[in-house]
Nanobody, 130 residues
Framework: QVQLAESGGGSVQGGGSLRLSCAASGYSYSTYCMGWFRQAPGKEREGVAAIDNDGTTSYADSVKGRFTIIKDEAKDTVYLQMNSLKPEDTATYYC????????????????????????WGQGTLVTVSS
């Protein structure tokens, strides 16, 4: 059973940086997609960033140039480096993953980062103050 363990998040002032981590375990496929989506109170879910096994990345327009998704395959971990944070980035961030032949980066990251999601984490809160 695939499991995702998230860490990171917290509170930061606008312009600051945070890094989220997501460690995956229990998977066996070499084809995968991992990424992050976020949800703020009263707002729709938004795909933030994704990376696949080939190293292809995709970002929401709202975070391009500020967020970077990185994978460390030796640690089965994906990181989301968030720089130049804005108050509108405040949300609960969820790591999500898809494994297997149907796993791929979702076009425009609509609502989720990957197609054929297998699982997602418990979420970690990011709060950015102005």
């Amino acid at each position: 059973q695939v499991q995702l363990a998230e860490s990171g998040g917290g509170s930061v002032q606008g312009g600051g940086s945070l890094r989220l981590s997501c460690a995956a375990s229990g998977y066996s496929y070499s084809t995968y997609c991992m990424g992050w989506f976020r949800q703020a109170p009263g707002k729709e879910r938004e795909g933030v960033a994704a990376i696949d096994n080939d190293g292809t990345t995709s970002y929401a327009d709202s975070v391009k140039g500020r967020f970077t998704i990185i994978k460390d395959e030796a640690k089965d971990t994906v990181y989301l480096q968030m720089n130049s944070l804005k108050p509108e980035d405040t949300a609960t961030y969820y790591c999500a993953a898809a494994f297997g032949p149907l796993a791929s980066i979702r076009k425009n990251l609509t609502a989720t980062p990957c197609n054929a999601l297998d699982t997602w984490g418990q979420g970690t809160l990011v709060t950015v103050s102005s």
